[in-house]
């Protein structure tokens, strides 16, 4: 009955290679977001989806790109990985855009060699 | 720019009360969120302000003054397993949280 999932939990991988991480929410929450956290625990957001639909996209690579393929869904593909990507992933939701909390998945550690 | 700044670490007893301050620039206010986070583990939420005042949820309170830009969040009866992070984060005029790096919270025995 996990709220928030987020698949793998954790991803070693070289520079250049390409990689997913997965994430679903059973909240029936219509937005959800992703964010990096860095080694100074820096939560900074990535993106941002509500009933599929991009809402938010920060100043990202755009060897990053979301997908939402419906609303309980929301996947990050990275392309040709680097070092300066080693960094926990967190996926959240939260029933709107509003004022409403989030709730955040375990969080992927990426590390980039 | 926008900016939130918190105590890097703090250090308490168990038994006792700790305050841990947040004063933030941003474009905009709409709500103040303290969630807190354990070490290797996901954010989770504790308390939310949008009016001035004290907010209290058992042994966490929260306190707002938006016209100081300035929360706080006071933790009763300290308990080890209250060791963590605890981060601040602001919803700006965009609805966007704006996050702080965290305060690190060491309880010792």
């Known amino acids: 009955d996990t709220a928030v999932s987020q698949t793998p939990k954790y991803l070693v991988t070289q520079m250049g290679n390409d990689k997913s991480i997965k994430c679903e929410q059973n909240l029936g929450h219509d937005t959800m977001y992703w964010y990096k956290q860095d080694s100074k625990k820096f939560l900074k957001i990535m993106f941002s989806y509500n009933n599929k639909e991009l809402i938010i996209n920060e100043t990202v690579p755009n060897r990053f790109s979301p997908k939402s393929p419906d609303k309980a869904h929301l996947n990050l593909h990275i392309n040709s990985l680097e070092l300066g990507d080693s960094a926990v992933y967190f996926c959240?939701?939260?029933?709107?855009?509003?004022?409403?909390?989030?709730?955040f998945g375990p969080g992927t550690r990426l590390t980039v060699t | 720019g926008q900016n939130i700044d918190q105590p890097t670490e703090m250090t308490a007893t168990e038994g006792a009360i700790v305050q841990i301050n947040c004063t933030y620039q941003?474009?905009?206010?709409?709500?103040l969120f303290w969630y807190q986070q354990h070490a290797g583990e996901a954010p989770t939420f504790l308390s939310y302000?949008?009016l001035d005042g004290l907010e209290e949820k058992g042994r966490f309170s929260s306190f707002l003054s938006r016209s100081k830009g300035y929360s706080y969040l006071l933790l009763k009866e300290l308990q080890m397993k209250d060791s963590a992070s605890y981060l601040c984060?602001?919803?700006?005029?965009?609805?966007?949280?704006?996050w702080g790096a965290g305060t690190k919270l060491i309880i010792k025995p």
């Open positions: 984060a602001v919803r700006d005029s965009n609805y966007q949280l704006i």
């Open positions: 941003t474009s905009g206010f709409n709500g």
């Open positions: 302000n949008v």
């Open positions: 959240a939701s939260s029933p709107g855009q509003g004022v409403t909390e989030q709730y």
